[in-house]
């Protein structure tokens, strides 16, 4: 069984500060790692998706990457600014369509 | 071009109301998804769909149905609703599990 788990929970940092996020994975046949934002109170948005041939991506400021064979991704934020501030996700697929997530790190970045 | 549409947005239930959930896409994507959230447990697979006419448990299916008579639509029943049913609904959809997944805004449900 899959299970997806997120380091830390919580993260509070100064603005400007380069920060990574991790995730890591219990099965290692995980088929793509997706990486979402969730605002207070909003649905998920979809940050990076890493297919499972591929072993990072890159969209402005963030850069997730993926190692199926350690069982870990990480997210990271380059220049933190306090709109990054938000709960953000690592969610899971395997190769029948199953998406796990877990249970997210809550970012906050202070002017 | 909408993605992917809930609704409703907010519902409020009594104990034992039942009521159906609908999940819309426009994408013409083949796998599609409904997910519960809840402070302190995350986002947890109730149902999942691999195409038209198909369904599948995740890991909390119990006490919910579901149903994918035609491809852009996901349905979500509660039958009897219970108050542990209490939680905001995500619907998301994806083309394959080679692409990304789209998520609907979700429904506010609220059971007494």
């Known amino acids: 069984k899959q299970e997806v788990t997120q380091i830390p929970a919580a993260l509070s940092v100064p603005e400007g500060e380069n920060l990574v996020l991790n995730c890591s994975f219990t099965?290692?046949?995980?088929?793509?790692l997706q990486w979402f934002r969730q605002d207070p109170g909003k649905g998920l948005t979809s940050l990076l998706l890493?297919?499972?041939?591929?072993r990072e991506q890159t969209s402005g400021r963030l850069n997730a990457s993926l190692d199926k064979s350690s069982g870990r991704s990480t997210l990271y934020i380059a220049a933190s600014q306090p709109g990054d501030s938000a709960t953000y996700l690592c969610?899971?697929?395997?190769?029948?369509?199953?998406?796990?997530f877990g249970q997210g790190t809550t970012l906050q970045v202070k002017p | 071009n909408a993605g992917v549409t809930q609704t409703p947005k907010f519902r409020v239930l009594k104990t034992g109301q039942s009521m159906t959930l609908l999940c819309a896409q426009d994408m013409n994507h083949e796998y599609m998804y409904w997910y519960r959230q809840d402070p302190g447990m995350g986002l947890r697979l109730i149902h999942y769909?691999?195409?038209?006419?198909?369904?599948a448990k995740g890991e909390v299916p119990d006490g919910y149905n579901v149903s994918r008579l035609k491809k852009q639509n996901f349905l979500l029943g509660l039958e009897s609703a219970a108050p542990s049913q209490t939680s905001v609904y995500f619907c998301?959809?994806?083309?394959?599990?080679?692409?990304?997944?789209?998520f609907g805004s979700g429904t506010r449900l609220t059971v007494v």
């Open positions: 890493i297919q499972s041939s591929q």
């Open positions: 769909s691999v195409g038209e006419g198909t369904t």
């Open positions: 099965d290692s046949a995980i088929y793509n």
């Open positions: 969610a899971g697929s395997s190769n029948t369509g199953k998406l796990i």
């Open positions: 998301a959809s994806s083309r394959d599990r080679n692409y990304g997944y789209t």
